[in-house]
C-alpha cells in the first residue's frame, strides 16, 4: 500500500520565463519511455510481481523504495510543467478575446484544449504513455540490468531537456532530477554487482559528464542527496541497507540509508485559468453552500 504525503521533492519557485514549449520539452520527462512515468511503473510492476522474495530480500527491497521515490517524480515534474504553463496565456473575463491565442502555436495544444494548461501523461511530441514501456520479467538479473539501462537512458533525456530549456526553475528541477536519477544508477549497478560480482560502477558515469558539472545538480549534491537512499517506508524495506553500502563511485563519500522519506517542501498553489468559461462563482452562495454542508 502507499502513504501519500502533500509535499514536493524541492522547494519550486514560479518560473521567470513560463514557456509552452519548454513545458513540451519536459513532458518528455513524464511520459517519454525514459521518463519518470516508466520508472515509477517499471519499478511498481517488478515488486509487485517478484516471486521468491524472501530468498533475496535485499533486492526487493530495493526495487519496491525505489518505485517509492519515483511516485514524487512524477510529481514533480507535473508541477514544473503546470509551473511552466502559468501565466503563458490571457486571463482576460472577455471571452472574445481569443485568449488562448498562445497556445495556437505550442507545440502541445493539448497543454490548452485537454487540460487545464496542465501535465499530459504523454512524451515531448504528445504521444500518452504506455504500459508497454513496462520490463517485469520475473528473471531478477535481467530486471535489474533493465533498470540500470533505464536509469542511464533517462539521464541522458535529462541532460538534453536541460540542454533545452532557459528557465531556472525548470534547469533546477532537472538537476535534482540529475541527482536522484544518479543515485539510482549507482544502487542498480551495486545490485548487479552483487549479485554477479562484475565491477559494473566502473562504466560510471553514463553519458561520461559527472553531475557537479551543473550547477543545478551540484546544489543538491551537497546536501547529501546523492549518497542518501531513503526506503519510502516507516519499517519496512530497510534490507536496501545490504546493497546500498559502501562509498559512492564518483566521490568516494559515505552511502547512507534514511528511513522513512525526506521531509519535503509545501507544493505551490497554482492561480485558476478562466477561459474554460465556467461562471464566476458567487462568494455568498459558497459561504452559504458551507454553512449547511459542515454547520
Ligand atoms: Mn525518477
Ligand atoms: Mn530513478
Same mark, same amino acid.
Given at each position: 500500500?502507499?502513504?501519500?504525503?502533500?509535499?514536493?521533492?524541492?522547494?519550486?519557485?514560479?518560473?521567470?520565463?513560463?514557456?509552452?514549449?519548454?513545458?513540451?520539452?519536459?513532458q518528455e520527462?513524464?511520459?517519454?519511455?525514459?521518463?519518470?512515468?516508466?520508472?515509477?511503473?517499471?519499478?511498481?510492476?517488478?515488486?509487485?510481481?517478484?516471486?521468491?522474495?524472501?530468498?533475496?530480500?535485499?533486492?526487493?527491497?530495493?526495487?519496491?523504495?525505489?518505485?517509492?521515490?519515483?511516485? #514524487?517524480?512524477?510529481?514533480? /515534474?507535473?508541477?514544473?510543467?503546470?509551473?511552466?504553463? *502559468? !501565466?503563458?496565456?490571457?486571463? &482576460?473575463?472577455? $471571452?472574445?478575446?481569443?485568449?488562448?491565442?498562445?497556445?495556437?502555436?505550442?507545440r502541445n495544444?493539448?497543454?490548452?484544449?485537454?487540460? #487545464?494548461?496542465?501535465?499530459? /501523461?504523454g512524451d515531448s511530441m504528445g504521444n500518452?504513455? *504506455? !504500459?508497454?514501456?513496462?520490463? &517485469?520479467?520475473? $528473471?531478477?538479473?535481467?530486471?535489474?540490468?533493465?533498470?540500470?539501462?533505464?536509469?542511464?537512458?533517462?539521464?541522458?533525456?535529462?541532460?538534453?531537456?536541460?540542454?533545452? /530549456?532557459?528557465?531556472?526553475?525548470?534547469?533546477?528541477?532537472? !538537476?535534482?532530477?540529475?541527482?536522484?536519477?544518479?543515485?539510482?544508477?549507482?544502487?542498480?549497478?551495486?545490485?548487479?554487482?552483487?549479485?554477479?560480482?562484475?565491477?559494473?560502477?566502473?562504466?560510471?558515469?553514463?553519458?561520461?559528464?559527472?553531475?557537479?558539472?551543473?550547477?543545478?545538480?551540484?546544489?543538491?549534491?551537497?546536501?547529501?542527496?546523492?549518497?542518501?537512499?531513503?526506503?519510502?517506508?516507516?519499517?519496512?524495506?530497510?534490507?536496501?541497507?545490504?546493497?546500498?553500502?559502501?562509498?559512492?563511485?564518483?566521490?568516494?563519500?559515505?552511502?547512507?540509508?534514511?528511513?522513512?522519506?525526506?521531509?519535503?517542501?509545501?507544493?505551490?498553489?497554482?492561480?485558476?485559468?478562466?477561459?474554460?468559461?465556467?461562471?464566476?462563482?458567487?462568494?455568498?452562495?459558497?459561504?452559504?453552500?458551507?454553512?449547511?454542508?459542515?454547520?
Amino acid at each position: 500500500m502507499i502513504y501519500k504525503v502533500d509535499r514536493l521533492g524541492i522547494d519550486l519557485k514560479m518560473p521567470a520565463n513560463p514557456s509552452p514549449n519548454s513545458a513540451a520539452a519536459v513532458q518528455e520527462l513524464m511520459g517519454g519511455k525514459f521518463g519518470e512515468m516508466s520508472t515509477l511503473m517499471n519499478y511498481t510492476m517488478q515488486s509487485f510481481n517478484f516471486r521468491g522474495r524472501n530468498k533475496v530480500r535485499p533486492f526487493y527491497d530495493l526495487i519496491a523504495s525505489i518505485a517509492g521515490e519515483e511516485y #514524487g517524480h512524477i510529481e514533480l /515534474v507535473s508541477y514544473t510543467i503546470n509551473a511552466l504553463l *502559468t !501565466g503563458t496565456t490571457n486571463r &482576460s473575463d472577455d $471571452n472574445t478575446a481569443t485568449r488562448l491565442e498562445n497556445g495556437r502555436d505550442a507545440r502541445n495544444t493539448y497543454h490548452f484544449i485537454a487540460t #487545464g494548461q496542465t501535465a499530459v /501523461v504523454g512524451d515531448s511530441m504528445g504521444n500518452p504513455w *504506455t !504500459g508497454a514501456n513496462v520490463f &517485469s520479467s520475473g $528473471n531478477l538479473q535481467l530486471d535489474l540490468l533493465h533498470n540500470f539501462f533505464l536509469e542511464c537512458g533517462a539521464r541522458a533525456n535529462k541532460l538534453r531537456v536541460y540542454d533545452m /530549456v532557459d528557465d531556472p526553475v525548470a534547469k533546477r528541477t532537472v !538537476g535534482y532530477l540529475l541527482v536522484r536519477g544518479g543515485l539510482h544508477v549507482v544502487a542498480y549497478a551495486k545490485a548487479i554487482e552483487k549479485l554477479s560480482n562484475v565491477p559494473i560502477t566502473k562504466l560510471l558515469p553514463i553519458p561520461k559528464i559527472e553531475n557537479e558539472k551543473y550547477p543545478e545538480a551540484k546544489e543538491f549534491m551537497d546536501m547529501g542527496l546523492h549518497r542518501t537512499l531513503y526506503t519510502y517506508s516507516q519499517d519496512d524495506f530497510q534490507e536496501v541497507a545490504k546493497i546500498w553500502t559502501g562509498h559512492h563511485p564518483d566521490d568516494g563519500s559515505e552511502l547512507v540509508v534514511e528511513k522513512g522519506m525526506p521531509e519535503g517542501f509545501p507544493a505551490p498553489d497554482f492561480e485558476d485559468e478562466p477561459q474554460l468559461g465556467a461562471p464566476e462563482i458567487d462568494p455568498d452562495m459558497l459561504a452559504d453552500l458551507a454553512k449547511k454542508m459542515f454547520s
